[in-house]
């Protein structure tokens, strides 16, 4: 695939879950330390069920957003989930490693939150980052996030086999967006 690569949005369906499953998982296991900090044999470890995308996939304020490229095949993926009537959450955006580093991950979310906003009319967005990710944050920061002051769990009892930093902890983001209902969505 070429460096520009035409990117075609929709809505996953049950039957995209496995390939969405697969693309999350190969997305977060990519050995790339620039992105992953250095829990390196956390993100080897990292799994995704078709089961676990399907219950976004099921849920009637969810969605997960599928970027293909002109062949068809999926070169990106992000949930979207509507918190409130003025709050959505963005969670697992995933580029297929094999064309990483192409823009692809900031076209993603751009598709992301334009759904979120004309779909739900939410004027807020939210996201979080494992707090030993500095890049990605520095990138989430580079895309209208800011950090909230809130952090959140890692549950670091389901690795209890890895030796995993004390202080592991999801850093909360926001971006304050428009709102307002429009028609059509991504």
């Known amino acids: 695939m070429s460096n520009n690569i035409e990117l075609h949005f929709r809505v996953a369906t049950p039957d995209d879950a496995a390939q969405i499953a697969q693309l999350v998982q190969a ?3 990519h050995q790339d330390t620039r ?3 250095p829990d390196i044999e956390l993100n080897r470890r990292f799994t995704m069920t078709p089961e676990e995308v399907l219950s976004t996939i099921n849920n009637p304020n969810a969605v997960f957003l599928m970027a293909t490229a ?7 993926a992000m949930a979207t989930i509507k918190k409130t009537e003025e709050l959505a959450r963005l969670a697992m955006l ?3 490693p094999a064309v990483q580093a192409r823009g692809l991950g900031r076209r993603v979310l751009a598709n992301a939150e334009e759904y979120a906003i004309k779909t739900w009319g939410v004027k807020m967005l939210g ?9 990605l944050i520095e990138w989430y920061e580079r895309r209208g996030y800011v950090k909230t002051g809130e952090t959140s769990p ?4 389901a690795f209890k ?3 995993l930093p004390k202080d592991l902890h999801f850093v ?3 971006k304050q967006v428009g709102g307002g209902k429009g028609a059509g969505s991504a």
């Open 27 to 29: 997305a977060f296991r």
């Open 172 to 174: 909360e983001m926001e």
């Open 70 to 76: 002109n062949d068809g095949t999926l070169v990106g």
């Open 154 to 157: 890692f549950p670091v009892e």
């Open 161 to 163: 086999e890895l030796e």
């Open 127 to 135: 996201l979080n980052a494992l707090n030993t990710r500095g890049l």
């Open 94 to 96: 995933a580029v297929d």
């Open 35 to 37: 992105w992953t900090g």
